[in-house]
Protein backbone atom coordinates (compact mmCIF):
# COMPACT_ATOMS: atom_id res chain seq x y z
CA UNK A 1 0.00 0.00 0.00
CA UNK A 2 2.88 2.20 0.95
CA UNK A 3 4.16 1.46 -2.42
CA UNK A 4 1.04 2.48 -3.86
CA UNK A 5 1.06 5.71 -2.64
CA UNK A 6 -2.63 5.27 -0.78
CA UNK A 7 -0.80 5.70 2.62
CA UNK A 8 2.34 5.00 5.30
CA UNK A 9 3.28 1.53 6.35
CA UNK A 10 2.25 2.88 10.00
CA UNK A 11 -0.89 3.70 8.61
CA UNK A 12 -1.54 0.77 6.88
CA UNK A 13 -0.80 -1.82 9.43
CA UNK A 14 -3.36 0.22 11.56
CA UNK A 15 -6.00 0.03 8.26
CA UNK A 16 -6.02 -3.43 8.23
CA UNK A 17 -5.84 -4.27 12.28
CA UNK A 18 -9.02 -2.29 12.15
CA UNK A 19 -11.10 -3.80 8.33
CA UNK A 20 -10.24 -0.69 6.37
CA UNK A 21 -8.78 -2.14 3.70
CA UNK A 22 -10.54 -3.84 0.46
CA UNK A 23 -8.56 -6.13 -1.94
CA UNK A 24 -10.99 -7.19 -4.94
CA UNK A 25 -13.61 -6.04 -2.95
CA UNK A 26 -13.22 -7.94 0.15
CA UNK A 27 -11.84 -7.05 3.93
CA UNK A 28 -8.78 -8.02 5.22
CA UNK A 29 -7.41 -7.69 8.24
CA UNK A 30 -4.01 -9.75 8.22
CA UNK A 31 -1.18 -7.71 8.06
CA UNK A 32 2.11 -8.79 5.64
CA UNK A 33 -0.63 -10.35 3.08
CA UNK A 34 0.73 -10.43 -0.37
CA UNK A 35 -1.00 -9.34 -3.11
CA UNK A 36 -0.03 -8.83 -6.84
CA UNK A 37 -0.36 -6.25 -9.46
CA UNK A 38 -3.56 -8.14 -10.83
CA UNK A 39 -6.00 -6.82 -7.41
CA UNK A 40 -7.72 -4.20 -6.69
CA UNK A 41 -6.31 -2.66 -3.39
CA UNK A 42 -9.06 -0.16 -2.05
CA UNK A 43 -9.48 1.97 1.70
CA UNK A 44 -12.90 1.38 2.87
CA UNK A 45 -14.89 4.94 3.52
CA UNK A 46 -13.87 5.34 6.81
CA UNK A 47 -10.10 5.10 6.26
CA UNK A 48 -10.66 7.59 3.25
CA UNK A 49 -12.67 9.97 5.56
CA UNK A 50 -9.99 9.89 8.03
CA UNK A 51 -7.15 10.74 5.88
CA UNK A 52 -9.29 13.80 4.95
CA UNK A 53 -8.82 15.41 8.45
CA UNK A 54 -4.27 14.51 8.30
CA UNK A 55 -3.71 18.19 8.26
CA UNK A 56 -1.00 19.38 6.09
CA UNK A 57 0.83 23.00 7.08
CA UNK A 58 2.73 25.08 5.33
CA UNK A 59 4.88 27.59 7.18
CA UNK A 60 7.68 30.21 6.58
CA UNK A 61 10.09 29.51 8.84
CA UNK A 62 12.35 31.93 10.59
CA UNK A 63 16.08 31.98 11.33
CA UNK A 64 16.77 30.72 14.60
CA UNK A 65 14.28 27.88 14.73
CA UNK A 66 14.55 24.08 14.06
CA UNK A 67 13.06 21.84 11.64
CA UNK A 68 12.79 19.07 14.38
CA UNK A 69 12.62 18.76 17.97
CA UNK A 70 14.03 21.34 20.15
CA UNK A 71 17.63 21.20 20.53
CA UNK A 72 20.51 23.28 21.99
CA UNK A 73 18.09 25.40 23.79
CA UNK A 74 16.69 26.06 20.20
CA UNK A 75 12.77 25.88 20.09
CA UNK A 76 10.88 23.64 16.95
CA UNK A 77 9.08 25.63 14.19
CA UNK A 78 6.26 23.59 14.76
CA UNK A 79 5.82 26.00 17.90
CA UNK A 80 4.76 28.77 15.91
CA UNK A 81 1.64 26.79 14.33
CA UNK A 82 -0.70 28.43 16.57
CA UNK A 83 -4.17 30.32 15.36
CA UNK A 84 -2.36 33.68 16.24
CA UNK A 85 0.48 32.68 13.44
CA UNK A 86 -2.62 31.84 10.80
CA UNK A 87 -2.11 33.93 7.45
CA UNK A 88 -5.74 34.15 7.32
CA UNK A 89 -7.09 36.01 10.39
CA UNK A 90 -9.70 34.04 12.40
CA UNK A 91 -7.95 30.51 11.22
CA UNK A 92 -7.84 27.97 13.60
CA UNK A 93 -4.67 26.09 14.17
CA UNK A 94 -4.83 22.47 13.73
CA UNK A 95 -3.62 20.24 16.64
CA UNK A 96 0.53 20.08 16.62
CA UNK A 97 -0.20 16.41 18.16
CA UNK A 98 0.87 14.03 15.28
CA UNK A 99 2.43 16.86 13.10
CA UNK A 100 5.77 15.99 12.08
CA UNK A 101 8.26 18.08 9.75
CA UNK A 102 8.34 16.34 5.74
CA UNK A 103 12.21 17.75 5.53
CA UNK A 104 14.47 19.68 7.01
CA UNK A 105 15.70 22.88 7.01
CA UNK A 106 18.21 24.11 9.31
CA UNK A 107 18.25 26.82 12.05
CA UNK A 108 20.10 29.41 9.68
CA UNK A 109 18.15 29.03 6.77
CA UNK A 110 14.36 30.48 6.42
CA UNK A 111 11.34 29.38 4.24
CA UNK A 112 8.94 26.97 3.42
CA UNK A 113 8.85 23.95 5.65
CA UNK A 114 5.81 21.37 5.49
CA UNK A 115 4.44 19.90 8.66
CA UNK A 116 1.54 17.00 8.42
CA UNK A 117 -0.35 14.23 9.56
CA UNK A 118 -0.69 12.27 6.15
CA UNK A 119 2.03 9.79 5.73
CA UNK A 120 0.93 9.64 1.68
CA UNK A 121 2.40 13.19 1.42
CA UNK A 122 5.91 12.73 4.21
CA UNK A 123 6.89 9.58 2.30
CA UNK A 124 6.58 12.24 -1.09
CA UNK A 125 8.64 14.22 -0.08
CA UNK A 126 11.17 12.56 1.81
CA UNK A 127 10.60 8.73 1.03
CA UNK A 128 13.73 7.09 -0.35
CA UNK A 129 12.32 7.38 -3.95
CA UNK A 130 11.37 11.25 -3.97
CA UNK A 131 12.12 13.02 -6.72
CA UNK A 132 10.24 16.26 -5.67
CA UNK A 133 11.96 19.49 -6.48
CA UNK A 134 13.19 21.98 -3.82
CA UNK A 135 13.73 25.85 -5.14
CA UNK A 136 16.05 28.01 -3.13
CA UNK A 137 17.57 31.49 -3.43
CA UNK A 138 20.97 31.69 -2.10
CA UNK A 139 23.12 34.90 -0.91
CA UNK A 140 26.67 33.64 -1.36
CA UNK A 141 30.55 35.65 -0.64
CA UNK A 142 33.02 34.89 -2.77
CA UNK A 143 34.14 34.36 -6.25
CA UNK A 144 31.11 33.28 -8.76
CA UNK A 145 32.38 31.93 -11.79
CA UNK A 146 31.44 29.57 -14.50
CA UNK A 147 34.11 26.83 -12.85
CA UNK A 148 32.20 27.23 -9.66
CA UNK A 149 28.86 26.87 -11.20
CA UNK A 150 29.78 23.78 -13.52
CA UNK A 151 30.87 21.96 -10.06
CA UNK A 152 27.78 22.98 -8.34
CA UNK A 153 25.67 21.30 -10.70
CA UNK A 154 27.55 18.23 -10.73
CA UNK A 155 30.34 16.29 -9.80
CA UNK A 156 30.33 16.72 -5.81
CA UNK A 157 29.98 14.43 -3.19
CA UNK A 158 28.85 15.10 0.63
CA UNK A 159 29.84 12.76 3.20
CA UNK A 160 31.57 10.16 0.86
CA UNK A 161 28.61 9.75 -1.42
CA UNK A 162 27.84 11.63 -5.20
CA UNK A 163 25.73 14.39 -5.03
CA UNK A 164 22.39 13.98 -7.61
CA UNK A 165 22.69 16.72 -10.46
CA UNK A 166 21.30 20.11 -9.43
CA UNK A 167 20.16 23.02 -11.29
CA UNK A 168 22.03 25.88 -10.34
CA UNK A 169 22.07 29.62 -11.70
CA UNK A 170 23.69 32.69 -11.21
CA UNK A 171 20.80 35.55 -10.85
CA UNK A 172 22.69 38.85 -9.96
CA UNK A 173 25.08 40.24 -7.83
CA UNK A 174 25.97 37.50 -4.99
CA UNK A 175 22.15 35.57 -5.56
CA UNK A 176 21.90 31.99 -6.77
CA UNK A 177 19.28 29.91 -8.02
CA UNK A 178 19.06 26.26 -6.52
CA UNK A 179 16.83 23.45 -7.58
CA UNK A 180 17.39 20.31 -5.67
CA UNK A 181 15.93 16.73 -5.69
CA UNK A 182 17.42 15.79 -2.32
CA UNK A 183 17.70 17.28 0.91
CA UNK A 184 21.66 16.07 2.80
CA UNK A 185 22.18 18.33 6.02
CA UNK A 186 23.31 21.98 5.22
CA UNK A 187 23.61 20.58 1.76
CA UNK A 188 23.86 23.60 -0.37
CA UNK A 189 25.99 25.40 2.54
CA UNK A 190 28.29 22.48 2.45
CA UNK A 191 28.19 22.29 -1.87
CA UNK A 192 29.05 25.97 -1.67
CA UNK A 193 32.07 25.64 0.64
CA UNK A 194 33.63 22.87 -1.85
CA UNK A 195 34.06 26.02 -4.09
CA UNK A 196 34.69 28.56 -1.88
CA UNK A 197 31.91 30.32 -1.54
CA UNK A 198 29.99 31.44 1.58
CA UNK A 199 26.23 31.75 2.18
CA UNK A 200 25.23 34.66 3.60
CA UNK A 201 21.57 34.07 3.41
CA UNK A 202 18.98 31.26 2.05
CA UNK A 203 15.56 30.83 1.37
CA UNK A 204 13.53 28.00 0.56
CA UNK A 205 10.86 29.49 -2.36
CA UNK A 206 9.12 26.42 -3.22
CA UNK A 207 8.39 22.36 -2.34
CA UNK A 208 7.25 20.73 -6.05
CA UNK A 209 4.42 22.80 -7.25
CA UNK A 210 3.42 24.79 -3.99
CA UNK A 211 5.56 28.03 -3.70
CA UNK A 212 6.15 29.98 -0.54
CA UNK A 213 4.89 33.09 -2.75
CA UNK A 214 3.57 35.95 -0.01
CA UNK A 215 3.16 33.52 3.15
CA UNK A 216 5.04 35.80 5.94
CA UNK A 217 7.57 35.17 8.03
CA UNK A 218 6.88 33.15 10.78
CA UNK A 219 2.99 32.57 9.39
CA UNK A 220 1.59 29.35 8.32
CA UNK A 221 -1.45 28.22 6.04
CA UNK A 222 -3.00 24.83 5.57
CA UNK A 223 -2.25 22.65 2.39
CA UNK A 224 -5.55 23.82 0.19
CA UNK A 225 -7.71 21.43 -1.57
CA UNK A 226 -6.83 20.23 -4.68
CA UNK A 227 -3.38 21.71 -4.12
CA UNK A 228 -0.48 18.96 -4.58
CA UNK A 229 3.20 18.95 -4.28
Not at 10 to 23: H, K, P
Not at 177 to 190: A, D, H, N, S
Not at 194 to 205: D, F, G, K, N
Not at 218 to 224: A, F, M, Q, S, V
Request: glycine letters at 10%.
Amino acid sequence: MAQRGMCSRREADRFIERGWVLVDGEPVTTLGIRVDDTQVVELSEQAAAQQAGFATVLLNKPVGLVSGLPEDGHQSAIMLIESENAQNTGERAPNRHGLAPAGRLDIDSMGLIVFTKDGRIAKQLIGENSAIEKEYLVWARGNIDNSALSRLRSGLTLDGKPLKNARVEHLKGSQLRFVLTEGRKRQIRRMCEQVELQVTRLIRVRIGNVMLADLPVGKWRLLRAGETF
